[in-house]
């Protein structure tokens, strides 16, 4: 079982590499980040078959030796870079203004309608209650055209 826990450790860091990178491709700055999802996706399989060679060999594995610790410090090496250069892109490309604005505009837009909509509803509804209290009703203009009004 100890054999195991570095070829697992470094899978694990590859494996969070991988979906890191996959995440940051869906972000603004995506494109840049293709590369490192192919090569960290190239560690995860070599780390992989690096643990299936270990399970299927049956041989003696000494997991302290540098050559078995080398693909456990590529792996947190690679792992940091990827998050340092998320960092360093995040500081370096600029928000797009236009697309932010519009995206705030829109928000403000649907707020406002929102808040219109409750306005009118709640007038309608006093409107609705109004409609049968015979004291709210205007007596004056009943049988009168608008221009009788001002013939007085």
């Not at 494109?31 to 060679?53: C, H, K, M, T, V």
């Not at 940091?80 to 500081?91: G, M, N, V, W």
């Not at 509804?125 to 203009?141: P, V």
């Amino acid at each position: 079982m100890y054999n195991y826990v570095i070829p697992l450790i470094s899978l694990l860091f590859c494996f969070m590499a991988f979906l890191t990178t996959m995440r940051f491709i869906l972000s603004r700055e995506g494109i840049y980040w293709l590369l490192p999802a192919i090569i960290s996706l190239i560690f995860l399989f070599q780390n992989l078959d690096l643990l299936i060679q270990i399970t299927e060999m049956g041989l003696p594995y000494d997991p302290m030796t540098p050559r078995n610790i080398a693909p456990l410090a590529i792996a947190v090496l690679y792992y940091i870079s990827i998050i340092t250069f998320h960092y360093a892109l995040r500081f370096k490309i600029a928000e797009n203004r236009f697309r932010v604005e519009n995206r705030k505009n829109r928000s403000e837009a649907v707020f406002i309608e929102k808040v219109e909509q409750r306005k009118r509803k709640t007038e309608r509804k006093r409107k609705e209650d109004n409609l049968g209290n015979k004291s709210r009703e205007a007596e004056i203009y009943d049988n009168r055209e608008w221009t009788d009004l001002f013939d007085d």
